[in-house]
């Protein structure tokens, strides 16, 4: 006997699934955006808040979206990729649109989120009930939002917004019908969770999303931070504010290509 031990048969390193590696990117770019400070950003009107505040508000749903793909729940962030598909849409329509016109569209989409705040109050106060807030101060800010018009619509609609937009972002809006039939109770999604694979006993299911490994979500966060950057230097800001965003986002993500300028 020679003494020597038995050599070890090395196992090849397993590789790690597309869906862990896209979420841990997605996560880290959307922390990135996040933690962008635009404090020293002075506000001439409300298109820069707007384009900011949709821009934080789909990286924020991206970060739950990652954390429910990489836990295996990601049947049930279908209202998380919803909102990020809608306020990338909504993002590429304002930077589609002129200077002049944005500031109609921006006031229009405040308009009418301050209607639907009212009329809360209002369905409130019919059942004897009080909501804690002052609408006082929200309802006096002035904005300039007509009542009709093509602008008004496509502020209010999705798809008005979606036909008139630049470059029409069909795959986007394709996408977010299809996510919208499992984010609210509707006869798809009690199809999906409940199945009769044999017409007669029900089976247990969930929905299987179109994006399983986010690869398209990446490339959606990309848009969004892109049209942010586009609407912030059609506002007038300098090309270091304009670009803030992206400049912390693409310093976190794998993907190099042009940027607007």
């Not at 729940?73 to 649109?97: F, H, Y």
């Not at 109609?104 to 809360?120: F, G, H, P, Q």
């Not at 017409?199 to 399983?212: E, I, K, R, S, W």
Request: aromatic share 6%; glycine share 4%; net charge neutral.
């Amino acid at each position: 006997m020679s003494g020597k031990k038995p050599k070890t048969k090395r196992q090849p390193s397993r590789a790690t699934a597309p869906h862990l590696v896209n979420a841990a990117i997605v996560q880290r770019t959307a922390r990135a955006v996040l933690a962008v400070d635009m404090s020293d950003v002075v506000l001439n009107d409300f298109v820069p808040q707007v384009a900011v505040g949709l821009c934080r508000a789909a990286a924020a749903q991206s970060i739950v979206v990652a954390t429910l793909t990489r836990t295996g729940q990601a049947s049930s962030a279908a209202p998380n990729r919803r909102l990020v598909l809608e306020s990338t849409i909504r993002l590429l329509w304002l930077s589609g649109l002129p200077k002049a016109d944005r500031h109609i569209a921006a006031s229009v989409m405040l308009s009418t989120d301050r209607k639907e705040t009212n009329d809360t109050f209002d369905y409130l106060a019919q059942h004897g009930r009080e909501a804690p807030f002052d609408p006082v101060e929200m309802n006096a800010v002035e904005l300039n939002a007509p009542t009709k018009g093509p602008l008004q619509d496509q502020a209010r609609k999705l798809r008005p917004a979606v036909l008139a937009s630049a470059s029409e972002p069909w795959s986007l809006y394709a996408m977010w019908r299809e996510e919208t039939k499992y984010a609210h109770p509707s006869g798809a999604l009690a199809g999906q969770y409940a199945p009769t694979h044999d017409q007669t006993h029900l089976h247990a299911g969930n929905p299987d999303p179109m994006d399983p490994d986010l690869e398209a979500h990446q490339l959606i966060q990309c848009l969004a931070v892109a049209a942010t950057q586009q609407i912030l230097k059609d506002e007038g800001h300098t090309p270091e504010v304009a670009s803030r965003i992206t400049t912390a986002f693409r310093a976190q993500s794998p993907f190099t290509f042009e940027w607007p300028e």
